[in-house]
């Protein structure tokens, strides 16, 4: 391979000192190199003479020959090497709501690390918070935790925040500066549904309050827009996470702190064994970033 590339370079350059400094190698090197492809092939390759370098008839035709395969060669280590640092193929990352924004610095590091790479966003919805994982629509999903499933792997901690509750903007707790996580037992919230395991939506929705009172349940709403439209039609009320202030405004809607609200954490997971190289990279740079 080094004398094809030496060949290669000194058909281009038709000069032997420029052909030796331009691959860090001694003139006598490339003169070696040359004598050696002549020897075997039995014909020159290049006319030599004190004041000029050029190929022969037969040097032209090896260079065209060479010149392709060399190429799709370089092409191929490439690619290998490329797909051993995680660096092409594509990645898709599972979002609820609009949470994704709070780690856009991350999305942002991993895209400039990982040019080659096709980042999807896809969403995933409060009802079936694990489904795109465990049926491989996603190849890593951002979750509030804790996430307790066999079947799932829970990584570093990107997001920590408190909880809000959205109310309706006629609501009387619409006017407060904070409200309690009491104040949760004289409404009423909206589940997600049967399918979430009760730990995991009670992190956000608790079905007692701290001392103890229930928290009254209405229907379940699957989707942060449908749980967002029942608060506005006055239905009810729900603990959303903070960064709903942010990117969730609405007029008729409020949104009023819970002073006594636990830490909400959120973390990327995956499924148990089957983390790509691109998913490990990723992780990684979130790792780096949050530590």
């Known amino acids: 391979m080094r004398d094809i ?4 370079t000194l058909a281009e350059e038709l000069h032997f ?5 331009r691959l860090l190698v001694s003139r006598a090197r490339v003169s070696q190199a040359i004598k050696l492809q002549e020897r075997r092939i039995g014909a020159p390759l290049f006319e030599r003479t004190s004041r000029r370098v050029r190929l022969t008839p037969i040097g032209a035709r090896l260079r065209d020959d060479l010149a392709a395969g060399h190429r799709l060669i370089e092409e191929g280590l490439e690619r290998a090497a490329s ?5 092409t193929g594509a990645l898709a990352l599972g ?8 780690i856009h610095d991350i999305v942002e590091a991993f895209r400039d690390a990982h040019p080659g790479c096709e980042l999807n966003l896809r969403e995933a919805h409060v009802a079936d918070p694990f489904g795109p994982l465990r049926a491989g629509a996603v190849d890593l999903q951002l979750l509030w935790l804790p996430v307790e499933e066999p079947d799932l792997t829970v990584g570093p901690v990107v997001i920590t925040e408190r909880l809000v509750l959205a109310v309706s903007s006629r609501h009387p707790l619409a006017g407060r500066a904070a409200a309690s996580m009491e104040d949760l037992a004289d409404g009423r919230v909206f589940g997600t549904g049967d399918d979430v395991p009760a730990y995991f939506e009670e992190a956000v929705i608790p079905r007692v309050t701290p001392q103890g009172r229930p928290v009254p349940r209405g229907p379940a709403a699957g989707t942060v827009q449908e749980i967002l439209a029942r608060v506005a039609a006055g239905q009810g009320v729900q603990p959303v996470p903070a960064h709903a202030v942010r990117y969730l405004a609405r007029p008729d ?3 009023v702190p819970l002073h006594d609200s636990p830490p909400l954490r959120w973390g ?3 499924r148990t064994g089957a983390a790509t190289p691109l998913a490990h990279a990723f992780v990684q740079i979130a ?3 949050r530590e």
């Open 5 to 8: 590339e030496i060949f290669l």
């Open 17 to 21: 000192g420029r052909t030796a400094d």
């Open 83 to 87: 797909a051993a640092r995680g660096r």
């Open 95 to 102: 979002i609820m709501g609009v949470a994704a924004n709070e």
């Open 253 to 255: 809607i409020a949104y």
């Open 268 to 270: 990327l997971v995956w």
């Open 287 to 289: 790792r780096d970033m």
